[in-house]
T-cell receptor, first 111, second 118 residues
Framework: GENVEQHPSTLSVQEGDSAVIKCTYSDSASNYFPWYKQELGKRPQLIIDIRSNVGEKKDQRIAVTLNKTAKHFSLHITETQPEDSAVYFCAGTSGTYKYIFGTGTRLKVLA | NAGVMQNPRHLVRRRGQEARLRCSPMKGHSHVYWYRQLPEEGLKFMVYLQKENIIDESGMPKERFSAEFPKEGPSILRIQQVVRGDSAAYFC????????????????FGPGTRLTVL
């Protein structure tokens, strides 16, 4: 079935450094790739998304890149801050509505 | 503009009891999705509903679980005869009408209901 793999499962970076999280997907028909940030005990919050007709999108310190040929997409966070510490989930789509989530990356930004 | 609302936030049930989880979508949203999240895991799709219609329940166990989204009122996820393995966080998400047939809408999540089965 459809699958989204996410790496790494944990990531520690020094404050101010960059963090990169990578995901691969199996469904070549996937057309939408959101990224969610989830703090402990809280709801997943959308931080950035990209559609399949775009290769890159940036919003301040956060950027996402998509390589449709290789079926992978990545989240880039620059100038990390302690408040960026959370679990990040990528998702691909199956059909027009079903999100297939990755297993999450626990990011820890060390002050 | 209120976001997606879920209640209760925490629910404790004994084995064999019923659990009812409620979700009110964002204003103007007519699509509701339910996901289950086990500790230290990602979210797994359970069911997708529109008003008075179940569109896709392929991720929902065939026994003991049911969902509805009536014309009036919140969406309800119902778990009958709960077992310990049902303990999880259950998240509801909502989205507006599809932008286009080929497009996928962004889903906005509620705060979740954390179900504990004793």
């Amino acid at each position: 079935g459809e699958n989204v793999e996410q790496h790494p499962s944990t990531l520690s970076v020094q404050e101010g450094d960059s963090a990169v999280i990578k995901c691969t997907y199996s469904d070549s028909a996937s057309n939408y790739f959101p990224w969610y940030k989830q703090e402990l005990g809280k709801r997943p919050q959308l931080i950035i998304d990209i559609r399949s007709n775009v290769g890159e999108k940036k919003d301040q310190r956060i950027a996402v890149t998509l390589n449709k040929t290789a079926k992978h997409f990545s989240l880039h966070i620059t100038e990390t801050q302690p408040e960026d510490s959370a679990v990040y989930f990528c998702a691909g789509t199956s059909g027009t509505y079903k999100y297939i989530f990755g297993t999450g990356t626990r990011l820890k930004v060390l002050a | 503009n209120a976001g997606v609302m879920q209640n209760p936030r925490h629910l404790v049930r004994r084995r064999g009891q019923e659990a009812r989880l409620r979700c009110s979508p964002m204003k103007g949203h007519s699509h509701v999705y339910w996901y289950r999240q086990l500790p230290e895991e990602g979210l797994k799709f359970m069911v997708y509903l529109q008003k008075e219609n179940i569109i896709d329940e392929s991720g929902m166990p065939k026994e003991r679980f049911s969902a509805e989204f009536p014309k009036e009122g919140p969406s309800i996820l119902r778990i009958q005869q709960v077992v310990r393995g049902d303990s999880a966080a259950y998240f509801c998400a909502s989205s507006p009408l599809f932008l286009a047939e080929e497009s996928t809408d962004t889903q906005y999540f509620g705060p979740g209901t954390r179900l504990t089965v004793l």
